[in-house]
């Protein structure tokens, strides 16, 4: 239910409307019955889930679950598929969760959509959040697991950001260490309160930004994905076809991420999950080799 000065979803769509837990697990039990591999958690503020309804009781499989985040979260990871959570809004109950992916009931991913780091250009967007506190909580999710991928997207050239707050921005990326990261730059979307902001930021000063912020991340990105060489995971192939075979692991959803290229790995077949040696890297992908 926030209303972000740059968007107008709410506005247009109004307050969030959360669909009982018991229809949501049925729907999910059902998909995975019918051979889905990987369930995407997807809506306009993940982690609100329940909010509006006081956390009502529902039923599923016979017995009482509150309609929450993390009972959502619990349920899911009890089914025989790739559990990922998007859109999740940093709430301090979103620490509950994290346990979860450390004992495997959900993937080790959170995708987070931070937007800025500056407090006066989040202030400016409305956002609910600061970095300072947004880096403390990355720090406690990287004890608990150690394993998890932190996707973000962000904003540049926000009306009236100046090159102390983009300054801000890339400090907070040297600091967090993102893992997956996109970035925009800021666009007058009719009706949003922004438009009215003083100091839009040029266009060709806005897209320069944009190539900082990119060559930073991209470079983080580079050095992290170099990191796994060597390293073992389990992939789940999405296509295959007469050069090899293209997989993800945990850390990478599908479209919006990076990708594992198996070359001239024809043997297997889309929906199967396949045991993997990391051997080569570039700031997005990863290839591989099937383990003997």
Known sequence: NHRCSFCIIPSMRGDLVSRPIGDVLTEAQNLVNAGVRELLIVSQDTSAYGLDTRYKLDFFGGKPVKTRFKELAAELGQMDAWIRLHYVYPYPHVDEVIPLMAEGLVLPYLDI??????????????????????????????????????????????????????????????????????????SPVDGAPANQLANPVPESLKQERLARFMEKQAAISAAKLSGKIGQTMAILIDEVDESGAIGRGAGDAPEIDGVVYLPDITDVRPGDFVEVEITDADEHDLWAVPLE
């Open 113 to 186: 959509p931070f937007q800025h780091a500056s407090p006066r250009i989040l202030k400016a967007m409305k956002r609910p959040a600061s970095s300072e506190n947004v880096l403390e909580r990355i720090r406690g999710w990287r004890e608990i697991c150690s394993e998890i991928t932190l996707r973000s997207t962000f904003i540049v050239g926000f009306p009236g950001e100046t090159e102390d707050d983009f300054s801000q921005l890339l400090d907070f990326l040297d600091e967090a260490q993102l893992d997956r990261v996109g970035a925009f730059t800021y």
